[in-house]
């Protein structure tokens, strides 16, 4: 990490590797946030009205819960464990490959800080876009939810929409977006400790990329627990 965090010796370059990691480890993990987020806001909308069945709570509670779920775990914590297996795989193998094939040797002989080269673009540029999939991934969610009130007769969408609506305190979403930032951290900086130190060969390069998913996992659900008792205590 003191390799990584120093300041880049070309800006230009920084800048042109910045734009290409946003959009290989951000933009093209859009398509499966989106799809994951719709079925899985369905899927909650679902199980809360058929299991919330008492004429004691009100009809809207199934909007409300269902909002409760994306904003506070869904869309940040299972999102981001789900992006690990992604993002993390994709890193690690990478840079894996660059040390067993001796680019990074090639590298550091040439002068250049192959740490800062390499992984910090991956870093910030996944911490910049990962707070733009967790507002994709509340918004498709929700939209998830409101595609089965629309076209199943098992809540209205008023009911739906004003559940929704009801007792909403917005730092919910600001919550979602910081542990977001903690776990794309977390994401990124154990697939690339992992790749950048593998040795052997291909083998060891699948292995290390196992190795960075599980435990960046693991770190991730750890992280979650500390930061929701500091942040919603």
């Not at 069945?53 to 409300?64: A, N």
């Not at 981001?80 to 890193?91: F, H, P, R, T, Y």
């Amino acid at each position: 990490m003191t390799q990584v965090f120093r300041i880049p010796e070309k800006w230009r370059e920084f800048f042109k590797q910045l734009v290409f990691e946003i959009n290989k480890l951000g933009v093209d993990s859009i398509p499966l946030v989106i799809i994951i987020s719709i079925f899985i806001g369905a899927v909650i909308c679902i199980q809360m009205t058929i299991n919330i069945v008492s004429p004691m709570i009100p009809s809207y509670s199934t909007g409300l819960a269902t909002r409760e779920i994306l904003l506070l775990e869904f869309s940040c914590t299972m999102m981001s464990l789900i992006l690990a297996g992604k993002v993390g795989s994709n890193i690690s193998s990478e840079i894996g490959t660059m040390r067993v094939t001796e680019q990074i040797d090639a590298m550091e002989i040439m002068g250049l800080n192959a740490a800062s080269y390499i992984v910090l673009p991956k870093i910030v540029g996944f911490v910049l876009f990962v707070p733009v999939l967790c507002i994709l991934s509340m918004f498709m969610g929700l939209l998830g939810g409101a595609l089965v009130a629309q076209f199943t007769d098992m809540i209205s969408m008023e009911n739906y929409v004003f559940g929704i609506q009801s007792f909403f305190n917005e730092w919910y979403i600001w919550y979602a977006i910081i542990k977001t930032l903690f776990f794309a951290f977390i994401i990124t900086s154990v697939a690339a400790y992992y790749g950048f130190y593998v040795k052997g060969g291909s083998l060891e390069v699948g292995q290390a990329s196992t190795r960075a998913v599980v435990s960046s996992s693991i770190l991730i659900l750890l992280a979650d627990v500390v930061l929701t008792k500091l942040l919603l205590q």
